[in-house]
């Protein structure tokens, strides 16, 4: 079955599953925001569109027959523009994805575990402080752990929903490819923007999407967020600050799990 970047986000050969094979050892919570140098976007669900359109656009990600919101972070394909060289993050909002590295979902639903990328497991504690263990010495999740698989899980579930938010755009046929001079992207192809103009001159689609309050307030905050288009490329032409400030890493675990929850008490 396809994955969305972000909802699978590396390739399985590079995942291991926290279970028994990784007694004694332990990994770090991450410093910066290096490891997203190279991302070109990411996918992100509905509660959040419109944080990110503060700072971003965001198109919608085709992968089969399924569409995703997707942000914006390179419109060339040449590295992450809200990510400077010393790993600061320039963006007003992190994206709820970015916040669980290096964990992600291997399966979905009841055959979901929790998987590591192989790198960022480390062999020996060292008796360092950040160095945390995955497992306790009975065996089990530690407290962190549990509490990223079910981060996770509620973001595979936000993700679900968003999917059958995103298909009623589709079904109307309201997504067409993203043309713009600077959108060079090798996988520009994948990526739709939401035809406005036929909006404008349906008035049984514009009846439908008043109507929906979920579709209204996705497709207001994907309008919004395609003025931020020129300014990304500026970011990307000069690397110069892509936001309005910056957000370091988070330095504990409750608030590097924190974005999708501030997202949906802020869309209530």
């Not at 972000?6 to 332990?26: N, S, T, W, Y």
């Not at 089969?64 to 010393?86: H, K, M, Q, R, W």
Request: glycine share 8%.
């Amino acid at each position: 079955m396809a994955r969305f970047e972000g909802r699978i986000l590396m390739p399985f050969e590079k995942l291991v599953p926290v279970d028994a094979h990784l007694q004694g050892m332990c990994w770090q919570r991450f410093k910066d925001y290096s490891f997203a140098k190279d991302d070109l976007g990411k996918a992100i669900v509905a509660a959040e569109a419109g944080l990110v359109a503060s700072f971003a656009p965001f198109l919608f990600q085709r992968t089969g027959d399924e569409y995703i919101p997707y942000a914006l972070f390179s419109l060339s394909g040449t590295g992450n523009a809200f990510v400077s060289p010393d790993g600061v993050w320039k963006g007003t909002y992190v994206p709820a994805r970015m916040r669980s590295d290096p964990f992600y979902l291997m399966g979905r639903g009841y055959a979901a575990i929790i998987s590591v990328r192989n790198d960022a497991v480390l062999k020996h504690s060292n008796g360092a402080s950040e160095n945390l263990p995955f497992l306790t010495e009975t065996g089990n999740l530690t407290p962190p752990i549990r509490q990223v698989f079910r981060f996770l899980k509620q973001l595979e579930e936000e993700t679900e929903k968003t999917q059958r938010l995103v298909m009623k755009v589709a079904r109307m046929g309201l997504l067409k490819p993203y043309e713009h001079r600077t959108f060079t992207r090798n996988d520009r192809n994948q990526l739709f923007i939401v035809d406005f103009k036929k909006v404008h001159e349906n008035k049984e689609i514009q009846e439908f999407i008043s109507k929906d309050v979920s579709v209204h307030g996705l497709l207001q905050a994907h309008a919004i967020s395609l003025a931020q288009v020129n300014r990304l490329h500026a970011a990307e032409a000069n690397r110069a600050a892509a936001g309005r400030g910056h957000i370091t890493a988070p330095k504990d675990v409750s608030g590097f799990l924190s974005a999708l929850g501030d997202a949906l008490e802020l869309e209530s």
